[in-house]
């Protein structure tokens, strides 16, 4: 049967010498290789799940009086969209477990993101020829922060609403065209009667094809420019070593997405994500606290909370002072990663094509400034929890403060120092010789001889 | 079958669609491990880049091509224009997407002679509040409008700057960015925003003390009526809530 | 190991629901209070009150409750305030002039009412202690706790840090009228709620949102993690999650 379907479709598109080559393409043999396919299984997860949810949800901001099963709020005014988020919870089959399978998925869709991030940042795969999916992927990350931020928004529950106000006051913040950003986007001054709706169709449409369409192109690269390769034994510049997609290959990418399911869905199980009948409809005057965002978000909450109150004023004008950590380094981390793969280029003078990846002890300069990025958004992660952290610790809340300020400098200038020492005696231990590298000769009479490189 | 999934509890429909799929994970593993014959391929990589001659038929082609369609260069810059118009005229529709800056970032419902509503409905005394209590209010017939959400305190005696008998009302959107500054520390008299902890001194006009917050929360002018209602007697003198480019 | 692992975390997780179809129904809160509780000064009484101030409260508030540059003076404190000091263990105070966080008591009840009845016999404060009816209506409940309590003692009563060193508390063991103390005499930063902030009627409503959140939640989806909320949550889909699926892409992704 699939014998005869191969053989029809040769004979009408002519693919027999692509299937042929794609059956038997080469996928190394390195585990960390497989940690963006995660990734595209936690998405694959999410377009599932995602979709029996918008089965159920309403983007309306109306005021309806919930009269469904969950005691508590019944008789409580609430947004159309708070009330069809409590109806999937506690009317709709399953419909809790689907929800949180969601959520437990888009966090470690994002994780995943950046794990596969750190891999390629610190073997060196972003260099040359690959700078270009560096960078789409860098936007399919932050374009997977926005999709979460948005898919969090939309319940309409009191803790996203604290949500949605400080980005509403982040873009207002913006020079120049901050009132009017916020007017044409958000339709209004906060809080916007059309808002929820357009948080929807971007949630489930804009962004969700923009990641379709990302995520498409770099496989495509991918597909074309081949795998990067650890260096070792046959493995060269010019070829790639490994496993044939099929059936190898297949098998084991198969148990990794079923994997990725199951830990979803286990996580889903056993612990409770975004429980919104707890934090209660949206009402512009309540406020609960702890309010922290999801976890990708925390960097940003972090950085506006350690931020000093730098506002500047100019006759009638004011730049206020989230612009700068809820602006300003939000796109320059974004520039940043960007500018990455050339700027490194430029510092090495090396604009050469690499297929061999490098092993992080080798290059300790780029693995120390990578591992104290990581630091740098840690301390802002770990700042944008300082009142758990100040109630459960006993510690006072401004001294928190203040510490963290100081760690945004002192933690990124450790993590470089340490790792970079210890990247530096790995090195040695493994016995590669520092600034001394030889070049093998062949002599006429059939001998080697050694001599040294500039 | 219904009966079930109505009553099933999401723990055991989680753990069963968990275990299916480890089930499957483990299967699918097992099967590459021990099933399949272990192999590996080679895979040669294209060479680029490509031939020299490729190189520039490419370039060629492509100036080749350029010349030709811009041969008639008055259709050429007409070509522009059109585009150039379209765009223009797209932006028509974009328009509708919201309405223009105008007064809403500088005022709020309050005017003068409002009195102060509390969410349950009922109106504030000034004798309803003892001292260090706290209230959120609203102007009359505004309950839960953001932008006019105010807290009413009543200091002790002595105690603060600008007090209408003790009475002070703060708007109740951070300056920061924009939560309800709701958590009011009474023996210190600051309020906190839950947010980003920004704090500011109730009784000194609502100045910034601690965090990120860089100006202070605009002041409710309010009066104690002869019916011994609290009433405004005016909108906050300055726009509420997070600055803005237009905010001096 | 594993299935063991997983039958804990299944039972912890399950915890929380009924076994019956009607799993939303409310609980009815058990406690309730004696609404005739008050002082009832006696020789005796004040007697071994005395005695047990002088001991322990008298080094800082004074023998004859002045003060000091420590502690407080007590002429015009409340019978409420005195007695949710000494009945939550915040007083005795270890240190001065440190917020005291919910400890054992030191004293047992008979002693509490003597050293309450002691100092009320010199304090020209309140000598009546608040005392409310239990259950009220839970609903109501809930628009009170919202309105004046969540912001600082979090959603679910497990308490949060309110700025620089003081902490709204956990309310998992306060009883009510531990609670309806506290409500009325506002310790530490804790604003006071008067009669005509809170009315009696509304204070035994939230007390019984209060005792719904201790004992009988419906709660549902599994760990509930102190009800954190994405805190909580991000570490568990960190260690938890990503953790496990990276050991998992090892096994998987080598050949060996």
Same mark, same amino acid.
């Not at chain 1, 510049?237 to 044939?244: A, F, I, K, R, T």
């Not at chain 1, 940003?300 to 002072?321: C, Y």
């Given at each position: 049967?699939?014998?005869?379907?191969?053989?029809?479709?040769?004979?009408?598109?002519?693919?027999?010498?692509?299937?042929?080559?794609?059956?038997?393409?080469?996928?190394?043999?390195?585990?960390?290789?497989?940690?963006?396919?995660?990734?595209?299984?936690?998405?694959?997860?999410?377009?599932?799940?995602?979709?029996?949810?918008?089965?159920?949800?309403?983007?309306?901001?109306?005021?309806?009086?919930?009269?469904?099963?969950?005691?508590?709020?019944?008789?409580?005014?609430?947004?159309?969209?708070?009330?069809?988020?409590?109806?999937?919870?506690?009317?709709?089959?399953?419909?809790?477990?689907?929800?949180?399978?969601?959520?437990?998925?888009?966090?470690?869709?994002?994780?995943?993101?950046?794990?596969?991030?750190?891999?390629?940042?610190?073997?060196?795969?972003?260099?040359?020829?690959?700078?270009?999916?560096?960078?789409?992927?860098?936007?399919?990350?932050?374009?997977?922060?926005?999709?979460?931020?948005?898919?969090?928004?939309?319940?309409?529950?009191?803790?996203?609403?604290?949500?949605?106000?400080?980005?509403?006051?982040?873009?207002?913040?913006?020079?120049?065209?901050?009132?009017?950003?916020?007017?044409?986007?958000?339709?209004?001054?906060?809080?916007?009667?059309?808002?929820?709706?357009?948080?929807?169709?971007?949630?489930?449409?804009?962004?969700?094809?923009?990641?379709?369409?990302?995520?498409?192109?770099?496989?495509?690269?991918?597909?074309?420019?081949?795998?990067?390769?650890?260096?070792?034994?046959?493995?060269?510049?010019?070829?790639?070593?490994?496993?044939?997609?099929?059936?190898?290959?297949?098998?084991?990418?198969?148990?990794?997405?079923?994997?990725?399911?199951?830990?979803?869905?286990?996580?889903?199980?056993?612990?409770?994500?975004?429980?919104?009948?707890?934090?209660?409809?949206?009402?512009?005057?309540?406020?609960?606290?702890?309010?922290?965002?999801?976890?990708?978000?925390?960097?940003?909450?972090?950085?506006?909370?350690?931020?000093?109150?730098?506002?500047?004023?100019?006759?009638?004008?004011?730049?206020?002072?989230?612009?700068?950590?809820?602006?300003?380094?939000?796109?320059?981390?974004?520039?940043?990663?960007?500018?990455?793969?050339?700027?490194?280029?430029?510092?090495?003078?090396?604009?050469?094509?690499?297929?061999?990846?490098?092993?992080?002890?080798?290059?300790?300069?780029?693995?120390?400034?990578?591992?104290?990025?990581?630091?740098?958004?840690?301390?802002?992660?770990?700042?944008?929890?300082?009142?758990?952290?100040?109630?459960?610790?006993?510690?006072?809340?401004?001294?928190?403060?203040?510490?963290?300020?100081?760690?945004?400098?002192?933690?990124?200038?450790?993590?470089?120092?340490?790792?970079?020492?210890?990247?530096?005696?790995?090195?040695?231990?493994?016995?590669?010789?520092?600034?001394?590298?030889?070049?093998?000769?062949?002599?006429?009479?059939?001998?080697?001889?050694?001599?040294?490189?500039? | 079958?219904?009966?079930?999934? &109505?009553?099933?509890?999401?723990? #055991? /429909?989680?753990?069963?669609?968990?275990?299916? +799929?480890?089930? %499957?994970?483990? *299967? =699918? @593993?097992?099967?590459?491990?021990?099933?399949?014959?272990?192999?590996?391929?080679?895979?040669?990589?294209?060479?680029?880049?490509?031939?020299?001659?490729?190189?520039?038929?490419?370039?060629?082609?492509?100036?080749?091509?350029?010349? &030709?369609?811009?041969?008639?260069? #008055? /259709?050429?810059?007409?070509?522009?224009?059109? +585009?150039?118009? %379209?765009?223009? *005229? =797209? @932006?028509?529709?974009?328009?509708?997407?919201?309405?223009?800056?105008?007064?809403?970032?500088?005022?709020?419902?309050?005017?003068?002679?409002?009195?102060?509503?509390?969410?349950?409905?009922?109106?504030?005394?000034?004798?309803?509040?003892?001292?260090?209590?706290?209230?959120?209010?609203?102007?009359?017939?505004?309950?839960?409008?953001?932008?006019?959400?105010?807290?009413?305190?009543?200091?002790?005696?002595?105690?603060?700057?600008?007090?209408?008998?003790?009475?002070?009302?703060?708007?109740?959107?951070?300056?920061?960015?924009?939560?309800?500054?709701?958590?009011?520390?009474?023996?210190?008299?600051?309020?906190?925003?839950?947010?980003?902890?920004?704090?500011?001194?109730?009784?000194?006009?609502?100045?910034?003390?601690?965090?990120?917050?860089?100006?202070?929360?605009?002041?409710?002018?309010?009066?104690?009526?002869?019916?011994?209602?609290?009433?405004?007697?005016?909108?906050?003198?300055?726009?509420?809530?997070?600055?803005?480019?237009?905010?001096? | 190991?594993?299935?063991?692992?997983?039958?804990?975390?299944?039972?912890?997780?399950?915890?929380?629901?009924?076994?019956?179809?009607?799993?939303?129904?409310?609980?009815?809160?058990?406690?309730?209070?004696?609404?005739?509780?008050?002082?009832?000064?006696?020789?005796?009484?004040?007697?071994?009150?005395?005695?047990?101030?002088?001991?322990?409260?008298?080094?800082?508030?004074?023998?004859?409750?002045?003060?000091?540059?420590?502690?407080?003076?007590?002429?015009?404190?409340?019978?409420?305030?005195?007695?949710?000091?000494?009945?939550?263990?915040?007083?005795?105070?270890?240190?001065?002039?440190?917020?005291?966080?919910?400890?054992?008591?030191?004293?047992?009840?008979?002693?509490?009412?003597?050293?309450?009845?002691?100092?009320?016999?010199?304090?020209?404060?309140?000598?009546?202690?608040?005392?409310?009816?239990?259950?009220?209506?839970?609903?109501?409940?809930?628009?009170?706790?919202?309105?004046?309590?969540?912001?600082?003692?979090?959603?679910?009563?497990?308490?949060?840090?309110?700025?620089?060193?003081?902490?709204?508390?956990?309310?998992?063991?306060?009883?009510?009228?531990?609670?309806?103390?506290?409500?009325?005499?506002?310790?530490?930063?804790?604003?006071?709620?008067?009669?005509?902030?809170?009315?009696?009627?509304?204070?035994?409503?939230?007390?019984?949102?209060?005792?719904?959140?201790?004992?009988?939640?419906?709660?549902?989806?599994?760990?509930?993690?102190?009800?954190?909320?994405?805190?909580?949550?991000?570490?568990?889909?960190?260690?938890?999650?990503?953790?496990?699926?990276?050991?998992?892409?090892?096994?998987?992704?080598?050949?060996?």
């Amino acid at each position: 049967m699939i014998h005869r379907l191969l053989l029809w479709a040769d004979d009408r598109f002519g693919t027999a010498t692509f299937v042929h080559h794609a059956l038997k393409k080469a996928f190394p043999d390195h585990w960390s290789f497989m940690l963006g396919e995660i990734n595209i299984y936690a998405f694959i997860v999410l377009l599932a799940t995602g979709t029996f949810l918008a089965l159920w949800f309403v983007p309306g901001h109306a005021n309806v009086v919930y009269e469904g099963p969950y005691q508590l709020l019944r008789g409580v005014k609430m947004s159309e969209a708070y009330d069809s988020v409590l109806h999937i919870c506690f009317a709709v089959n399953a419909g809790l477990l689907i929800r949180q399978i969601h959520h437990w998925a888009a966090n470690i869709f994002v994780a995943g993101i950046v794990i596969h991030m750190g891999r390629i940042f610190f073997t060196g795969a972003f260099r040359n020829p690959r700078e270009l999916n560096w960078i789409i992927g860098s936007l399919l990350l932050f374009a997977a922060l926005f999709e979460g931020f948005t898919g969090y928004s939309l319940p309409d529950d009191l803790l996203s609403g604290m949500g949605l106000v400080i980005a509403m006051s982040i873009l207002q913040s913006m020079p120049f065209v901050g009132s009017w950003a916020m007017f044409f986007l958000a339709g209004g001054a906060w809080p916007s009667e059309i808002l929820t709706q357009r948080l929807f169709i971007t949630h489930v449409f804009v962004v969700p094809l923009l990641l379709i369409a990302g995520i498409t192109v770099h496989l495509m690269i991918l597909w074309r420019q081949k795998h990067t390769q650890f260096p070792g034994a046959r493995r060269t510049e010019e070829n790639v070593v490994g496993s044939p997609l099929f059936p190898q290959y297949t098998a084991r990418s198969l148990a990794l997405q079923f994997g990725v399911i199951a830990m979803c869905c286990a996580l889903a199980a056993f612990v409770q994500i975004n429980p919104v009948w707890i934090w209660g409809p949206y009402e512009a005057d309540k406020a609960i606290s702890p309010a922290q965002p999801d976890w990708y978000i925390g960097w940003l909450e972090g950085a506006l909370r350690i931020s000093p109150p730098w506002a500047v004023h100019f006759p009638g004008h004011m730049i206020p002072s989230p612009f700068w950590p809820g602006f300003v380094l939000p796109i320059g981390i974004m520039l940043f990663l960007f500018a990455y793969p050339f700027v490194e280029a430029r510092i090495r003078r090396d604009y050469s094509p690499h297929h061999l990846l490098e092993r992080p002890r080798d290059v300790p300069v780029r693995t120390a400034f990578g591992v104290s990025f990581f630091a740098f958004m840690l301390v802002l992660f770990l700042a944008g929890s300082d009142d758990v952290q100040a109630r459960y610790l006993h510690l006072s809340l401004r001294d928190l403060v203040w510490t963290y300020r100081f760690l945004i400098f002192l933690g990124p200038a450790v993590a470089f120092w340490v790792t970079y020492r210890l990247a530096d005696e790995l090195r040695r231990s493994a016995g590669v010789k520092r600034a001394e590298r030889l070049r093998i000769k062949r002599t006429p009479e059939g001998g080697y001889d050694e001599e040294p490189v500039a | 079958m219904y009966g079930f999934w &109505q009553q099933a509890s999401t723990q #055991w /429909l989680g753990f069963a669609l968990a275990c299916t +799929f480890a089930g %499957f994970m483990v *299967a =699918a @593993l097992g099967w590459a491990r021990w099933i399949l014959p272990q192999e590996q391929v080679t895979d040669l990589r294209d060479t680029y880049p490509q031939p020299v001659e490729e190189r520039a038929q490419q370039v060629e082609a492509f100036v080749h091509g350029s010349a &030709q369609l811009t041969r008639k260069t #008055w /259709l050429t810059r007409m070509a522009y224009a059109a +585009f150039g118009l %379209f765009g223009l *005229a =797209a @932006l028509f529709p974009l328009g509708a997407l919201g309405p223009e800056p105008d007064g809403t970032l500088f005022h709020t419902r309050w005017k003068r002679g409002d009195r102060l509503q509390r969410n349950d409905g009922t109106f504030v005394k000034a004798a309803d509040l003892n001292p260090d209590a706290v209230q959120t209010v609203f102007p009359e017939g505004s309950v839960g409008d953001y932008r006019s959400m105010a807290v009413l305190i009543r200091l002790p005696d002595g105690v603060g700057k600008n007090t209408t008998s003790g009475l002070v009302a703060y708007s109740k959107a951070c300056t920061h960015a924009g939560c309800p500054v709701a958590l009011y520390r009474a023996a210190a008299r600051q309020l906190i925003c839950p947010c980003h902890q920004s704090v500011f001194d109730v009784a000194d006009g609502a100045k910034v003390l601690e965090g990120p917050a860089d100006h202070p929360l605009p002041q409710l002018p309010i009066q104690i009526a002869s019916d011994g209602y609290v009433r405004a007697t005016g909108d906050f003198p300055e726009p509420i809530g997070p600055g803005f480019w237009e905010h001096s | 190991m594993i299935l063991h692992i997983a039958a804990l975390l299944f039972a912890q997780a399950s915890g929380g629901i009924p076994s019956s179809g009607n799993v939303l129904a409310t609980p009815a809160p058990t406690a309730t209070l004696d609404p005739s509780f008050a002082t009832h000064p006696s020789a005796n009484d004040l007697k071994e009150g005395q005695q047990l101030f002088n001991v322990h409260c008298a080094s800082c508030h004074g023998l004859y409750m002045e003060g000091s540059p420590q502690a407080p003076p007590l002429a015009d404190t409340d019978a409420g305030n005195v007695d949710f000091m000494l009945r939550t263990g915040r007083m005795p105070a270890e240190r001065p002039f440190i917020q005291e966080f919910d400890r054992q008591p030191m004293f047992s009840e008979p002693q509490i009412q003597s050293i309450v009845d002691y100092v009320m016999s010199k304090s020209a404060g309140d000598k009546v202690l608040p005392s409310v009816p239990v259950p009220g209506n839970l609903e109501h409940g809930r628009r009170v706790w919202e309105e004046n309590c969540e912001m600082c003692h979090a959603s679910t009563a497990h308490g949060n840090s309110v700025g620089y060193r003081e902490v709204a508390p956990d309310l998992m063991d306060a009883s009510p009228i531990q609670i309806a103390e506290a409500v009325r005499m506002g310790p530490s930063v804790m604003p006071q709620f008067g009669p005509k902030v809170i009315d009696n009627a509304s204070l035994s409503d939230v007390i019984t949102y209060i005792e719904y959140l201790q004992h009988a939640k419906y709660n549902p989806g599994g760990l509930q993690l102190a009800n954190l909320g994405p805190v909580a949550e991000g570490f568990v889909g960190w260690i938890v999650g990503m953790g496990l699926l990276v050991l998992l892409v090892r096994r998987i992704g080598s050949t060996e």
